[in-house]
């Protein structure tokens, strides 16, 4: 299996009537007359074809007022899916590490279509020029959170899990003649090393998507709250989240995000390592698992973007990683 993918467009464009539809009912929500103004901002998920219409709500005067998805016609429930998700995971994760999910302003259906008006967020990739000093202050922030998810979240595997959840993913992947050598190597490495028993796997929640567009910061909260800890921060899109998740592969999506890298990298690597009691090499087992999983649940993302971002996955935890021993 290589993922399906959809031979039509993205459904990037929103009919006058759903527009309308959604319009009258987020204007009874608010209780005022709002006006939808369609976003088209090309993001990496632009040329899915099940990404959500996106829409900038505004009030009298322009004022902008909410974020809203609108679920596509290929998946009309991914929103309020998404959204049920998210308020799982809220409670896994209790009010400290659960106040980077967002509560929706309002939520609903129209033209069979699920539909969320979301807070404003500021994205921290909008400005390049302020991105590099963004990066800067945001990078404890978020590592610190990941770092305190794993350790919350982690639990162990049950042995008659282990073949669904870890073989099959890493056979999977070591099967593909698309993918690199090095993948498929390092599928076949982890496989060798889950039958030894030389590595004993651990679930954390893992968010899957966890690139820089997903990283928002709230406009309601001082700035001043937001170094050194995590209240401005917001974490979206949690759709292809999943609670008994792998380790490891979000973190090397917020290494490469970030630009955190070098030691910086190998810090943050061996802090995970220590949570979930492995090595580096384990490491390198965690994300080829993880990968193996992305690689069976691809959807409508197309093949080709998978085995482009596995590969710059592995190639930047063997990069910045410590050097891997043979235990």
């Known amino acids: 299996m290589t993922g399906h993918t959809s031979d039509s467009p993205p459904d990037q464009t929103s009919p ?31 040329d899915v074809a099940d990404a959500s219409l996106k829409f900038l709500a505004r009030a009298r005067q322009g004022r902008p007022v909410a974020f809203v998805l609108c679920a596509s016609a290929v998946s009309p429930g991914s929103v309020s899916r998404s959204l049920a998700r998210m308020l799982e995971i809220q409670q896994l994760l209790g009010p400290d590490l659960g106040r980077v999910i967002l509560q929706p302003l309002a939520q609903g259906t129209v033209c069979d279509r699920s539909f969320a008006a979301m807070p404003l967020c500021q994205n921290v990739a909008d400005f390049r020029p302020y991105w590099y000093l963004q990066r800067l202050s945001l990078r404890p922030a978020i590592l610190c959170w990941l770092r305190k998810v794993t350790a919350h979240t982690l639990a162990p595997v049950p042995t008659d899990q282990l073949t669904n959840r870890f073989i099959h993913p890493l056979e999977h992947l070591s099967s593909l003649t698309q993918i690199s050598p090095a993948l498929r190597q390092a599928a076949a490495d982890a496989l060798s090393r889950l039958h030894a028993g030389s590595w004993q796997p651990r679930y954390v929640l893992a968010h899957n998507d966890l690139w820089a567009g997903n990283i928002l910061l709230r406009k309601s909260v001082a700035p001043s709250c937001f170094i050194g800890g995590y209240p401005r921060l917001a974490v979206i899109d949690w759709g292809a989240a999943v609670v008994q998740g792998y380790a490891i592969y979000d973190l ?52 080709d973007r998978f085995q482009s971002l596995a590969h710059d996955c592995l190639a930047w935890l063997q990069r910045y990683s410590p050097p891997l021993t043979h235990t």
């Open 16 to 46: 006058p009537a759903l527009t309308d539809a959604l319009t009258q009912s987020l204007s009874a929500r608010f209780n005022c007359p709002l006006t939808l103004e369609p976003l088209q901002t090309i993001t990496p998920q632009t």
């Open 252 to 303: 090397v999506r917020l290494g490469m995000a970030l630009n955190c890298k070098g030691y910086r990298f190998q810090r943050q690597l061996r802090a995970h390592c220590r949570i979930l009691e492995c090595n580096a090499r384990d490491a390198q087992s965690y994300l080829a698992t993880a990968l193996g999983h992305l690689s069976l649940n691809l959807g409508h993302v197309p093949f």
